[in-house]
């Protein structure tokens, strides 16, 4: 079972990126996924995540209107697009699974929910 984040990179503020996380060794499609972010010297914080279905979707309120999550089953592939890019989300990007959905936005923004982690892939931002 693993989690491959890739897609991070350098670049400059107002512009996108996209992350992608490749799942391997089980069917991405039937489980919650999230991207959550560490920045140096803070702790980690969810940015975005959604159930299987979609029917629960969240953003933190510093990313709204400028990133969104998706996913490709087909590719068992996750996806975090970055728009509008700002030096304040210069951190390392973590793809993260869990089996089930949950009950609330907080719960779906705690790590500790999630059952398979990516390895992160830096993101950073220049003014």
């Known amino acids: 079972v693993q989690l491959q984040a890739s897609g991070g990179g350098l670049v400059q503020a107002g512009g996108s990126l996209r992350l992608s996380c490749a799942a391997s060794?089980?069917?991405?499609?039937?489980?919650?996924i999230a991207w959550f972010r560490q920045a140096p010297g803070k702790e980690r914080e969810g940015v975005s995540c959604t159930s299987r279905s979609g029917g629960s979707t969240y953003y933190a309120d510093s990313v709204k209107g400028r990133f969104t999550i998706s996913r490709d089953n087909a590719k068992n592939t996750m996806y975090l697009e970055m728009n509008n890019l700002k030096p304040e989300d210069t951190a390392v990007y973590y793809c993260?699974?869990?089996?089930?959905?949950?009950?609330?936005?907080?719960?779906?923004?705690?790590?500790?929910?999630?059952?398979?982690w990516g390895q992160g892939t830096q993101v950073t931002v220049s003014s």
């Open positions: 060794g089980f069917t991405l499609d039937t489980y919650t």
């Open positions: 993260a699974t869990a089996p089930r959905p949950f009950a609330s936005m907080r719960a779906y923004f705690t790590g500790a929910n999630y059952q398979y």
